[in-house]
């Protein structure tokens, strides 16, 4: 009872910081998100609103500048965000080579790079896939070969988001071909725009770039910049995939945005019609909600095992496959609800700051958000890997 | 019971198929839509000359004087092609023009139709009528028309406009206007194509406007509308099948952990069930083919636009998956067939409207 009531109070604390600290650009952003990456300029600037204020990196450890807050907490805190639809922040910094660095790094790497990757002052890009390795990770070839103190990389990284954005790149890279292809891959720290590096951009189905493709050709980086051991880069990359066990916060996200997607179904149109008075529509959002609940509910009850010790195991594939087909689900209702009124494609509406257009930012969004996605059930593992990994775990007992 | 095309179609559809690969490779349609190009009025007049704006026309008018199943094997080119230019809507409306016209009326226009000078777009849709062409809040009102229509294709290309709108009595009317650049709102759909709302705020029509009204107007345009959804499931169906081959193609060349992924049993499923979803749809394209002239003919294509709603949709999302990343970009053509379709499912009502629509009738 009186943790509940902390944790009211704490609530009250994050909203009235919100409202108080968010710029109405970046609030104009959070509502122009169409997919899971945030407008880069204006994510940034609320990721260092929220370093300043100690809350940007909820899951670290204190003493690097986490925020000591239970997982509770931390959901909590998501969910007000995202309740009042703020720019996710994006994850490469803080949530990918961030925990790298704080698992394997050396102290002249913690002391120069975390506060800069807290602040946002350095944009880190992850350079992992390749055009011929994706699922298949451990197939990467990209090379890095000694050369005195140096690495010398060849070859080229795909589908890197932000690149066009980014200061830095954390990649994984092959040094050796001896033993099992995960063996000899080793985690690297580069700057972008080296000699020899060129970043293209790749553009989506949404006709905006987001990913792209970037080409190494004998690009020299220090091996002062390897985190971890040479050739033991897998190991560095899958503690990154285990750091923030339970940080999961999908329903976070999903539950607000069906309560927004109701909203929009409860308006009188021109015709003095509510959508949602439509009974099949209405069943449609009721599925919808409970389908969020029980994304909401297992990140909770994944949360509430880890307190006692569990691990999460295989909930982890099981997070992120419901979490990214109810996504989905709701950008089909989304899209459905919004009807003709999302054929239009008018990219320029969405930029931050465009004159007011003559279509609603609900009518712009729905479709390239339906659009983009498609891509959750890609990346981060994709949901075929997923149940393959699920199911091995789940079914030997 | 015909459910396949004629040798004879079958030859005209081939020769489609070369022309379209000839003049709207992937490539070129991404460099025409990266510039706004969405109508070529040089490539306009080629389709011309191929016969096929005229092909569902009478032959006095310079038509061709084939049935809607010749059609069919055209729109399926149009998909497979993603041609952006509103061919089928403009002879759909070229052929609901030809049956409530005057003799002079048609003599007047369907020449000109048929040779590609003039252009017609069909505007029916309201954002009230989800799929139902007798829903209609137009209104002509002392002589002037009010009231909104929606995504209407081909309606900047257009010199006239087949509208439709009911006048105080409610009785529905068929009038042909000339095209005013004002009331058009026109945009690039997500696409490509164009399409255009137009706002009626007081246009003048007066009698000569009207070509038919009441019971006959109503017939006309229920007949028009469902005959542009066996259309559209035949677009489609181009699409469709282009998704598969190029998926098909993609699973047995693309390698991870080692093998195609062609050898993982979940892909293979998949790509099963994808086409499967295909074939319903063919299936039910064909039994609402057959009903055409008979009572069910409605019904059947109802059936067939949810079914569209649901094969489209399930090929679009499961090529794209299946693709991985690369399916996710603007240099492959999946994500475009993939765009196609999910416009397909949203314009002329939505699954659940023509199930709603179906469950009150039956
Ligand atoms: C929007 C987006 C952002 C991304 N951002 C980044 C980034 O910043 N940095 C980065 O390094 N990467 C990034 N990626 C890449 C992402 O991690 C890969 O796309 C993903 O790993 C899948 O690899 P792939 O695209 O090569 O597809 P493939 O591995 O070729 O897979 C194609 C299809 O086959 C299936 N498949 C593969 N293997 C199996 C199997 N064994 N059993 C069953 N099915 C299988 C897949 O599930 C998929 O459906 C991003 C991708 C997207 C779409």
Known sequence: ?397 | MQYQYTAEQQEFRDSLRRFVSDHYDYERHRQRLAKGEHFDAGLWQQWAELGVLGLALDEEYGGLGSGLDDMMAVAEELGRGLVPEPVVPVVAAARLLASIASPAQAEALLPSLVGGELRLSLAWEESASRGNPLVVQTRVKDGALYGKKCAVLGAGEAQQWLVSARNEQGELLLLLLAAQPAGLRRYVMADGRAAGDIQFDGVPVDDSAVLCRGDAAERALRQSVSESLLLMAAESLGCIDSLLSVSGEYLVTRKQFGMPLAAFQALQHRFADMFIAGEKLRSLLWAAFQQQGREGFHRAAAQLKVQLAESGRYVGQQAVQLHGGIGMTDELNVGAYFKRLTLMELMAGQRDDHLAGLALAS
């Open chain 1, 1 to 397: 009872m009186t943790e509940d009531r902390s944790l009211e109070a704490f609530r009250d604390e994050v909203r009235a910081f919100i409202r108080e600290s968010a710029t109405e650009e970046i609030r104009e952003a959070g509502r122009k998100t169409t997919s899971v990456f945030a407008p880069f300029k204006q994510a940034m600037a609320w990721q260092r609103i929220l370093a300043d204020k100690g809350w940007v990196a909820p899951s670290w450890p204190q003493e690097y500048g986490g925020t000591g807050w239970s997982l509770e907490q931390r959901y909590v805190f998501a969910q007000e965000c995202n309740r009042a639809q703020m720019p996710p922040i994006l994850p490469q910094n803080l949530q990918m080579v961030g925990p790298a660095i704080l698992g394997f790094g050396s102290d002249a790497q913690k002391e120069e790079l975390l506060p800069r990757m807290l602040s946002g002052e350095d944009f880190w890009c992850q350079g992992y896939s390749e055009p011929g390795a994706g699922s298949d990770l451990a197939a990467l070839k990209c090379r890095a070969d000694r050369d005195g103190d140096d690495y010398i990389l060849n070859g080229s990284k795909i589908w890197t988001t932000y690149a066009q954005h980014a200061n830095k790149m954390f990649a994984l890279v092959r040094t050796s071909s001896e033993g099992k292809p995960q063996q000899g891959i080793t985690f690297l720290l580069l700057d972008m725009g080296l000699p020899g590096m060129e970043v293209r951009p790749i553009l989506g189905l949404d006709g905006a770039p987001e990913q792209c493709e970037v080409f190494f050709s004998d690009v020299r980086v220090p091996c002062a910049n390897r985190v971890g051991e040479e050739n033991e880069g897998w190991t560095v990359a899958k503690y990154v995939l285990e750091f923030e066990r339970g940080g999961s916060t999908m329903g976070a996200w999903l539950v607000p945005a069906v309560e927004r997607l109701r909203e929009q179904c409860e308006q009188v149109d021109e015709l003095g019609q509510r959508r949602l008075d439509d009974p099949v529509l209405a069943r449609r959002l009721e599925a919808l909600e409970i389908e969020a609940l029980a994304v909401e509910h297992t990140e909770k009850r994944v949360n509430a095992g880890l307190k006692h010790g569990q691990n999460p195991g295989p909930m982890a594939s099981l997070l992120k496959i419901l979490g990214t087909e109810v996504m989905q689900r709701f950008s089909e209702l989304q899209l459905e609800v919004t009807g003709l009124r999302s054929l239009v494609y008018d990219p320029g509406a969405l930029e931050i700051g465009a004159a007011p257009s003559d279509f609603s930012e609900d009518e712009l969004l729905a479709m390239p958000y339906y659009m983009n996605t498609r891509a959750a059930s890609i990346y981060a593992g994709s949901n075929e890997v997923q149940r393959s990994l699920l199911a091995k775990a789940v079914m030997a007992g």
